[in-house]
T-cell receptor, first 109, second 114 residues
């Protein structure tokens, strides 16, 4: 079973920052937070992951609260190509990824 | 760098028939995964290989599903006989280091069982 809770859907205006929340209140100390996204008719795509500290790469930023019970994925300048289902996954070591139903993000022109 | 290749992209069969899917992972990736994604749900892991050995097949319906990765590179997933509920997208993924869990997914095979 997924260990995370995400809103089923969100809209964001093109060019604005998209902030996708994820709750993982039962996360344990050695579990990482992973984000993947799945564009329609494609396989999932890795975005970013983190343990405690905030992380940033060329695609997105990941903000993890100090108590690690929630996190936010930030797409700083959303484009139409960012329309996808975004999955937040909590996982330890080489434990298998367990995908929930994710958040369907729609970027509005 | 070439991505994960899968074939066929689409397959339609009747129930009780058999079907096979093929996956070629990214070169050098020792870990290979097969997922099943039913419409409206997230992908579910069916089986994980490390080189040519099975690491996890706890969610593989072994009475009808089988998978192999004989030379530690390409892999084949087979369903025999297929049921209506097997209609789904079958995704293959590979990773360089399973501990990091950055998986690279192929485009998937959409299976329709009539």
């Amino acid at each position: 079973d997924a260990k995370t809770t995400q809103p089923p859907s969100m809209d964001c205006a093109e060019g604005r920052a998209a902030n996708l929340p994820c709750n993982h209140s039962t996360i344990s100390g050695n579990e990482y937070v992973y984000w993947y996204r799945q564009i329609h008719s494609q396989g999932p795509q890795y975005i970013i992951h983190g343990l405690k500290n905030n992380e940033t790469n060329e695609m997105a930023s990941l903000i993890i609260t100090e108590d690690r019970k929630s996190s936010t994925l930030i797409l700083p300048h959303a484009t139409l190509r960012d329309t996808a289902v975004y999955y937040c996954i909590v996982q330890w070591g080489n434990e298998k990824l367990t995908f929930g139903t994710g958040t369907r993000l729609t970027i509005i022109p | 760098e070439a991505g994960v290749a899968q074939s066929p992209r689409y397959k339609i069969i009747e129930k009780r028939q058999s079907v096979a899917f093929w996956c070629n992972p990214i070169s050098g990736h020792a870990t290979l995964y097969w997922y099943q994604q039913i419409l409206g749900q997230g992908p579910k892991l069916l089986i994980q290989f490390q080189n040519n050995g099975v690491v996890d097949d706890s969610q593989l319906p072994k009475d009808r599903f089988s998978a192999e990765r004989l030379k530690g590179v390409d892999s084949t997933l087979k369903i025999q006989p297929a049921k209506l509920e097997d209609s789904a997208v079958y995704l293959c993924a590979s990773s360089l280091d399973p501990a990091i869990n950055e998986q690279f997914f192929g485009p998937g095979t959409r299976l329709t069982v009539l």
